[in-house]
């Protein structure tokens, strides 16, 4: 987690890298791939990204259009738990 807080499972979102090397949001947290683990707030996957921390612990680079894309999921995900 790239703010570096401690937090029960259940309270974050993974971000899983499948077999074909695509990252998505995975709100289960059960979808076959490497995952890593995030808060779900925007700032910590800016910073996860900005840093490399995400891009490292899931062995890739992240472009400019995943991240985008992973912004929108996050948030989307974020909201659908708090609902």
Not at 19 to 27: C, F, G, I, T
Not at 56 to 61: G, P, S
């Amino acid at each position: 987690m790239a703010c570096r807080q401690v937090k029960a499972k259940r309270e974050l979102i993974r971000v899983v890298r499948d077999a074909d090397v695509r990252l998505s949001v995975d709100l289960r947290g059960k979808a076959p791939g490497r995952g890593a683990y995030l808060c779900p707030d925007d700032a910590c996957l800016v910073r996860g990204i900005a840093e490399g921390a995400l891009g490292r612990a899931l062995a890739l680079t992240i472009d400019e259009a995943t991240k985008l894309r992973l912004r929108d999921e996050l948030a989307a995900g974020a909201e659908s738990r708090r609902t």
